[in-house]
Structures are given as structure tokens and as C-alpha cells.
């Protein structure tokens, strides 16, 4: 039997946060350290739950798939699904539920709503199994083992330089930019830390006057996309450009979280008949891309799908041989319950300049960067 310890810097660390409030946590609350989680081991060939959210962007897509192909190529029984669009939060609940009483005994998460999976992800721990949030931290429970995911904050300060690298190269005048402010989804606990690691770059520019936030709009509760769904944000934006760019107001650029949302937007942009703005993005979705190759969409992110899928996946083997699991951060991920112990990816800053250099090892996407080179 072996356990994970925790660090004692890790533990010095968690509780220098905790006494001052400090930030670098990326979650709700100032908890102490994490709990410890035992690796016990299981019989190998065992079935491993996989519960996706609805497919709001093609990264959940891709995963599902490999996923799939992944766990059963390592040996065990795969049981992927997905919540549908129109009762995703219960759903879900159900879906891994099922799980459990299917004997699943590891639970990978995307949740829909971090917050409201505590009673299955408990359900999950009580009957022992392991639990892994994938991609998205589940909030205000114990019951969560491990965390995976790219370093969201880190996406949202290369989000936040990449904006203010765009204006320099494309707005065509002199600081001050007139710029809006988009964030994700509030059920999505990735959307504040996104948010957080843009403001942390932006902010500063705001207040010299570098920037001009021109609707006022600057809260993350202003800023939110209900569902990330596209057709949510392309609403804000025409109501933003209604009231606050008449005339000849330029918009010059604008924050957007990721891919689907900057597609809408600069899709609102273009149909009031104004120049497309600066826009950020995540994900690398096919059509972003194109778009990025073709001058418009400014730039994106990649998170290879891939590479996070395989990290959960040797998680579940490490799980499986009761070894220790691998993980790189103790003390970002606060939960509201306990400190998340974390294996987070580096991602990556994708414009129309580095693209190919960015993808060469994502074939599909490379394709598409070389077709217009
Ligand atoms: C993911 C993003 C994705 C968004 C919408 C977030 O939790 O990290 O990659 O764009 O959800 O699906």
C-alpha cells in the first residue's frame, strides 16, 4: 500500500495561503492542505467511468474518443459518456452514479457543473473508487482525488498578452484601445481562473488608460457566457456594439476565452459592418484556425486534447498498480474542501506567426497551417 504525501513546502506553502489570503490558489475558498488519497491498487482489467459534459467545444468531441480507444488499450473496460445539451447537470449526476453502481473504479470527470457533482463524486469515494476531475476542478467536496488539466491560469495570461501583442500589430493607431471583455461559462470553474490570468495582464493596462473598456463592462459576472454557448456571446456583443460603438467607435480587440466564443463574436462584429477587432481564443478548433491563418481570429491556445487524455489515463494506471500518482502542483487547485492535488500541462499561445511550429505535432492541424503556406 503506498500513500501520497504531501509536501512539507507544499504544506508551508498551503498555509502561508491560508493566513494571508494569498492568491495563487485557483479555486473558492483558503482551505488548509489536501487530504491524503491511498493508492491501494485494483484488479487490472477493471471498468473506468468517463463522465463528459454536453460537446461545447470539439475538445470534449476528441476526448470521448480517445478515451475510449486509450483505457482499452491499457487494459481496461472503458465506459464513456456524455451529458446531453438539454439536461446536462442531471444527467451527469445519473451517468456517474451509474457508474458506481456499475463498480467503476476510477470515475473520470469533465464536469458540466463543478459544483453540483459533490453527492455522486462522494457516492464514488464511499464504494471506492477514485475520482478524477478532468479539465474542469470539482468544487465543495473531499470526494475528489486528483485534478488534470492545462494550466488554466496560465491560459488566461497568454490570453491577456496575446490581446495586447495583437493591438500593438493590428489596431493601426497608438495606444488608448477601445477593447470588451468576454469570460466562460459561471458553472465552469475554469472560467474565473481563465479570467483571473487575463485581468492579472490587462488590468494594470486598464488603469494607465493603455486600454479603455468602452461598455464599462469589466466584472467577471458582466463578462459571462451562460453554457460557453456561442450564440450567447454573439448576443452580448451585438447588444455592447449597439449601445456603446456608434458612429465611427472602433472596437479594437476583444477578450474572448475561447474559439467557439471568438467565432461569434467577430461573427457579431462583422454583420454591424465594423473592422474585426484583435480576438484571443482557445482550443484550436479547425475553423479557428482557418480563421487565424487567414488573418481574422487573432489567435488560440493549444491543449492538446491527446496529452491530457493520456495523462488521466497513466493516473488510472498508476491508480490501477497502487503506485504513487504523478502530479506537479499541491497547491493551486483549492476546491472550498481541500487542496486538489494537480498534474497541470503547459499550454501554449498559437497566432498566424508560430502556427506551424506550434502544431507540428498535431497532424490534422499542421495540414491545415501548411494549405495556406
Ligand atoms: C475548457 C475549455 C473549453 C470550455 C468550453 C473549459 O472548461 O477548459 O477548453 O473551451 O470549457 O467547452
Redesign the pocket.
Known sequence: MKKIIVTATALVAASAFALTGCSGERGGGDTGAGTETETTGFEAGSTIGVALPDK??E??VLAGQLFTDGLEEAGFKADVQYAPASNTVAEQQNQIQAMVTGGAKVIIIGAKDGKQLATQVQAAKDSGAYVIAY??LIENTEAVDYYV??D?FKVGQLQGQALLDGLAERAGHEAPYNIELFS??PD?A?SAVFFDGAMEVLQPKIEDGTLNVVSGQTEIAQTATEG?LAENAQNRMDTILTGSYGGDTALDGVLS????LARAIITSVQQAGKTVPVVTG??SEVESVKSIMEGIQYSTIN?DTALLVEQAIKMVGQLQKGEDVDVNDTESYDNGKKIVDSYLLEPLIVTKENAAEAYANVPSLLEIVKSYQ
Open positions: 461545447t467545444s475538445n470534449w479539465d474542469r488539466a492545462f488554466n466562460g461559462s465552469d475554469n460557453w476565452p475561447n474559439d467557439t482557445q482550443d491543449k
